[in-house]
């Protein structure tokens, strides 16, 4: 069975917890142990697949097509491991299964409660990603902050957890606070005592503190902790303010945190191989050029409804030595007449459209496509940006001037874009995109084969619209190249423009499989061909 750890957060939300928990398992990793992630939501949506971007960010697809909270990209990129469907679980989609064995009758007529019902279901949860994944050690994040009333439960299924299995299987980590008060001039621990308090009166006693703080803890802080919290000095760590989070890792290695883990568990203390990360963390440090992307989406206030298209697209300047500088363009504001896209544009060595939902600044985003091609700037349509593509050049050089999808146009003469047959009489929102790993297979001498290398892909989807084929003869003839194609449904994956410079787009999402140390062939070709533009 899996050694189980279980961040926790106190205090204020926005520590850290998710690259705390990212950060050890990086670790253990590093020590040659399999590690595997998983995040609890307290919220009572089934998934985030529902939710508004504003609210929630973006919603992460893992490979077998789980709708997830985007802690689980920080978790993919730190650690690079697939995850699963058991990686994220809401207190929705809990209830839903309790509520569904009930009506079944699975608990033969029990008077169905949080305890022990809803806290066994929890507890499923947490083996069944041990199960799935045949990991040692599973890393679960619980979300929300000590005393959010949202929580409660789950940390009441840690509790009986740590009693059912004892501390030779599981290990808690509390994220906390010790804030830096300037009239004094001092830290403070206060904060720090009273969530470990709180923490202890729902029955768990953390084993280390990860203390958020703005510079490194003396001897003093950590003694006082210790003996007010009953933790072991030196399973204090500090997490120090800093500008580069890939640091953060390297910063626990060098606390020995991973050392402290191991030896709860009375596992063996391996060689870590940490060297990758601090040679990434040393060219990240030192980029030499910069180049500036435009970003043309309609969610570009939340700057989390597109963190891991932002990742990614730095993830391939790293490999170039280049920082990225996203030029956020309200995809809105471009459809106001008489606006000069010259001047919004004009520093922009690439544009990237992303994906989205509804029809609100579709017209903006088709006015950038039609900048990018007709002034040979780079550019990548992710999901939503490849249809968009479709739209723009069956209008503006196929001349089907009404070309349009479905979505923003029901009754649309031309549906370059439309619903899949067996779509078409869904009624309900949640889980029923196309999601997940679907098979590409993409043709040889294309830009697309150039950037890929090879002939048989699998990529992440999350949508519901699709290309339709019955337009596909008319744009070929103009110039427009398919060049991914799903073969079993016969579904386009990857379009192109070969008389531009760089013009490529797909239904999927690749920003879902880039990795700080390995950037995705989409967006290292991207940004390979924006800098060759700025030189």
Wanted: charged share 25%.
């Amino acid at each position: 069975m899996s050694r189980f750890i279980f961040v926790t957060g106190g205090v204020v939300s926005g520590l850290g917890k998710g690259i705390t928990a990212s950060s050890i398992a990086l670790l253990l990793k590093a020590r040659g142990y399999k590690v595997f992630m998983q995040k609890f939501d307290p919220y009572i949506n089934v998934d985030p697949g529902t939710m508004s971007p504003y609210q929630h960010g973006e919603v992460y697809v893992t490979y077998d097509g789980a709708e997830t909270d985007l802690d689980l990209g920080h978790y993919e990129r730190f650690i690079d491991e697939e995850l699963n469907y058991s990686s994220n679980c809401t207190t929705g989609k809990i209830f839903s299964s309790v509520i569904e064995k009930e009506r079944r009758g699975d608990y033969l007529g029990a008077t169905v409660q949080f305890v022990p019902h809803i806290t066994n279901e929890i507890k499923n949860k947490v083996f069944e990603a041990s199960s799935t994944s045949h990991a040692d050690f599973v890393i679960t994040e619980i979300g929300g902050t000590i005393g959010d009333i949202e929580s409660q439960v789950y940390l009441e299924s840690l509790r009986q957890l740590r009693n059912d299995l004892g501390k030779e299987k599981t290990l808690f980590v509390h994220t906390t606070l010790i804030p830096y008060i300037y009239g004094s001039g001092e830290l403070k621990t206060k904060p720090t005592q009273h969530s470990v308090i709180e923490l202890r009166g729902l029955g768990i006693q953390p084993d280390v503190l990860v203390c958020r703080c703005p510079y490194k803890l003396d001897d003093d802080i950590k003694k006082k902790l210790s003996l007010y919290c009953s933790i072991d000095k030196q399973n204090i760590i500090d997490a120090v303010d800093v500008k580069n989070i890939y640091q953060i890792p390297l910063n626990f290695y060098n606390q020995k945190l991973d050392e402290v883990i191991l030896k709860q568990f009375n596992l063996e203390i391996k060689k870590s191989n940490i060297d990758y990360w601090q040679d990434l963390v040393n060219k990240v440090d030192n980029l030499k050029d910069e180049v500036e992307i435009a970003l043309v989406g309609k969610y570009v206030e939340l700057h989390d409804a597109y963190i891991s298209v932002v990742e990614s697209l730095k993830h391939a300047g790293y490999k170039y030595n280049t920082k990225i500088n996203i030029n956020w363009v309200d995809s809105e504001k471009l459809e106001k007449e008489n606006l000069n896209l010259k001047d919004i544009f004009k520093n922009s060595k690439g544009i990237i459209v992303p994906g989205g939902f509804g029809s609100r600044g579709i017209e903006g985003k088709i006015k950038a496509i039609t900048y990018a091609r007709e002034n040979n700037i780079p550019f990548l349509g992710l999901c939503l940006g490849m249809q968009l593509a479709c739209i723009e050049f069956a209008r503006n050089v196929c001349g089907i001037t009404t070309a349009n999808s479905t979505e923003f146009d029901e009754l649309t003469n031309d549906p370059i874009i439309d619903l899949m047959s067996d779509q078409k009489q869904i009624i309900n929102m949640g889980g029923t995109l196309r999601l997940g790993n679907y098979d590409c297979k993409i043709k040889k001498d294309t830009l697309a084969y150039k950037l890929y290398n090879e002939e048989n892909i699998k990529e992440r989807h999350r949508h519901r619209y699709e290309f339709n084929n019955s337009y596909r003869n008319i744009l070929e003839k103009n110039g427009f190249v398919f060049s991914g194609i799903n073969e079993k449904a016969n579904l386009v994956e990857i379009v192109e423009y070969q008389k531009h410079p760089f013009f490529i787009a797909c239904q999927f999402h690749p920003e879902f499989k880039s990795r700080p140390t390995r950037p995705h062939p989409l967006f290292d070709g991207f940004i390979k061909n924006s800098i060759k533009k700025s030189s």
